[in-house]
């Protein structure tokens, strides 16, 4: 006979120690990006499993990252591949990493440093 199972201990999910994002609206770049690794993952996972029929291309970035990936690069929290490992604990991260960080540089360029002769110019 199976034990009835005890609910009263409380079950800490997975992933509950990385940081959450909350539901905002994406900048026009961040809404490029993420179209841009939606692509990627399809013709990743296709390289991958072959035709995705039976294994969808969430198996290899589930959704839930790639919206964080977004989201965390959109606020400036993602540049190298070790900020994307400590945001979202990807498996993955060590073997794609580098593919996911290379198109932040193209969609997400970084500021500009202020020039500076003009500050000398005081």
Known sequence: MINERDDDDQVVPRGSNLPKRPSLALTCRASQFRDALYDWRTETA?????????????LFLHEEILEDIVFFVDANKIATVQDLQKMTNWILCDQYGDQIVSPIRRFFPPA???????????
Do not use: M, S
């Open 46 to 58: 296709t390289r991958l499993f072959g035709t995705l029929d039976f294994w969808p291309a969430d």
């Open 112 to 122: 500009a440093l202020p020039d500076l002769f003009v500050f000398l110019q005081i």
